[in-house]
C-alpha cells in the first residue's frame, strides 16, 4: 500500500502562486508515476499533470506553462509549483500515484486532497 499526504493548500489572489507537496509513505513510489488531479465543485474530477521518476512529464492544456511538477525520488515526494493562478484554479487538488497516464483510473492511490481557492 502507499499513502499520500498533500500539504501547501490555501487562499490566494489570482496572478499569485502556491506551491503543493505530496509525501508518500508506505511502499516506496519508485515503479510509480507521481501526478495531481483536481476537482472543482460541481465538477468531474479533471487531470492535471503526472511525471515519471526519470522526469518525463505531461501537463493538461489547461495549466500547460503556468504550472510545474517535479518530484524527489530520494524523498518520495512530488510538487506542484503554480504561478499566474486563476479563479478557475480553485479546486481540490489531490495527489496520485500509479501508471503514467492523463487517465484517473490509472492511479489506484489517492491522497486525501488540499484546498486551493483563487479569489478575483
Known amino acids: 500500500q502507499v499513502q499520500l499526504v498533500e500539504s501547501g493548500g490555501g487562499l490566494v489572489q489570482a496572478g499569485g502562486s502556491l506551491t503543493l507537496s505530496c509525501a508518500a509513505s508506505?511502499?516506496?513510489?519508485?515503479?510509480?508515476?507521481m501526478g495531481w488531479s483536481r476537482q472543482a465543485p460541481g465538477r468531474e474530477r479533471e487531470f492535471v499533470a503526472t511525471?515519471?521518476?526519470?522526469?518525463?512529464?505531461i501537463y493538461a492544456d489547461s495549466v500547460k506553462g503556468r504550472f510545474t511538477i517535479s518530484r524527489d525520488n530520494a524523498k518520495n515526494a512530488v510538487y506542484l509549483q503554480m504561478n499566474s493562478l486563476k479563479p478557475e484554479d480553485t479546486a481540490v487538488y489531490y495527489c496520485?500515484?500509479?501508471?503514467?497516464?492523463?487517465?484517473?483510473?490509472?492511479?489506484?492511490?489517492w491522497g486525501q486532497g488540499t484546498q486551493v481557492t483563487v479569489s478575483s
Open positions: 496520485v500515484a500509479g501508471s503514467y497516464s492523463t487517465r484517473g483510473e490509472s492511479y489506484p492511490y
Open positions: 508506505g511502499r516506496t513510489c519508485t515503479n510509480h508515476a
Open positions: 511525471i515519471t521518476t526519470s522526469g518525463r512529464t
